[in-house]
Nanobody, 119 residues
Framework: QVQLVESGGGLVQAGGSLRLSCAAS????????MGWYRQAPGKQRELVAT???????NYADSVKGRFTISRDNAKSTVYLQMNNLKPDDTAVYYC?????????????WGQGTQVTVSS
């Protein structure tokens, strides 16, 4: 069983920065993808960024150049540095991991952390 605990959300003005953290407990390999999704009111949950040890990070087009995902495998923690925030970035941000135990895989989600960007 894996648990994901997020922190770092809050209220910030447009142009500001926030850093989200997600600490995982349980069995996670550094090859298991970890990442961030977000869901704004009335919208579907969408991918923000993902990272594994085997490939370059993957970003949504809307956050490229502004957000940076990183990972500390020793701490089983993934971070999302968000710069130049915009009101459209307002959403609940969810940490996610996909634990691969061949032939099965398991999705785990954090409880979510609110990010609000004021104009």
């Amino acid at each position: 069983q894996v648990q994901l605990v997020e922190s770092g959300g809050g209220l910030v003005q447009a142009g500001g920065s926030l850093r989200l953290s997600c600490a995982a407990s349980g069995i996670i390999s550094d090859t298991d993808p970890m990442g961030w999704y977000r869901q704004a009111p009335g919208k579907q949950r969408e991918l923000v960024a993902t990272i594994t040890s085997r490939a370059s990070p993957n970003y949504a087009d809307s956050v490229k150049g502004r957000f940076t995902i990183s990972r500390d495998n020793a701490k089983s923690t993934v971070y999302l540095q968000m710069n130049n925030l915009k009101p459209d970035d307002t959403a609940v941000y969810y940490c996610h991991t996909l634990v691969i135990q061949f032939p099965r895989s398991y999705n785990y989600w954090g409880q979510g952390t609110q990010v609000t960007v004021s104009s």
